[in-house]
């Protein structure tokens, strides 16, 4: 059962919350809005608000869901934060192996982190592994992706903060493309999204376009419902098996 509006999953799994900012992609982060709202409710996962906590208790919570899910991992965090202990990702890597009825989406904007953990260790089969790259300055990110064995690599183009130009995709399965949110949102350009669009189609990947988020197709800005997530008047949200 779906239990997240984040189009591409069903559902999520924190058992890391709080995160640090290391690229322009971060300014208006979301989980970190989110954070300090639960910890103004009182939520007692959030109650050091956004700085980054790993949750023991909460790494159990895949063997309690018997229906197959996609589930994104560390939606409220990065899995390859530097302050997190290889141990702790090793523990969250062993739930993964020992629920294969599940499939597993793992997102990082710290892909050399990433890489060097794997150097050693192997990705779970069940476990798609994807990086961020919403600037050009970040595609230096699916190098190291590309060079980690997987069942599945993607990219998240979200926020898309500029052209991101010609992109290498060899080895990567999926791409998903989307807006920025919120009040403080940047602008995300029409041009841009169809670009990587017709890349993602001309070398063989799946596309997934998220929403327009704050600003539409047209350069306007209005709430992010009336954007909608329609291109030329139809959806594009291709999955990658």
């Not at 996609?70 to 702790?88: A, G, Q, W």
Request: proline letters at 4%.
């Amino acid at each position: 059962m779906k239990t997240t509006k984040i189009e591409w999953t069903d559902k999520t799994w924190n058992p890391i919350t709080g995160c640090s900012k290391v690229s322009s992609g971060c300014l208006n982060c979301y989980a970190e809005v989110m954070s300090k709202r639960l910890t103004a409710m009182g939520v007692e996962k959030y109650r050091n608000g956004f700085k980054l906590t790993l949750h023991d208790s909460c790494l159990n919570e895949p063997f309690g869901w018997k229906k197959p899910a996609t589930i994104f991992v560390c939606s409220m965090s990065d899995l390859f934060h530097e302050d997190v202990p290889y141990k702790f990702i090793d523990n969250i890597v062993d739930v993964i192996e020992s629920t294969p009825h599940h499939r597993y989406q793992i997102l990082t904007k710290r892909a050399e982190n990433m890489f060097k953990y794997f150097q050693t260790r192997k990705v779970p089969k069940n476990a798609w592994i994807g990086v961020t790259v919403d600037v050009q300055s970040s595609k230096s990110r699916i190098d190291f992706l590309r060079k980690i064995p997987a069942t599945i690599h993607f990219l998240s183009c979200e926020p898309l903060l500029e052209d991101l130009g010609i992109l290498d995709l060899e080895n990567i399965d999926w791409v998903i493309v989307g807006g920025e949110s919120g009040m403080r949102a940047r602008l995300m350009k029409e041009k841009w999204v169809l670009s990587i669009k017709e890349q993602v189609e001309e070398q063989g990947s799946s596309f997934f376009f998220k929403q327009w988020g704050t600003w539409g197709s047209d350069g306007i800005k209005r709430n992010k419902k009336a954007n909608g997530k329609l291109i030329n008047g139809k959806i594009h949200q291709e999955m990658p098996i």
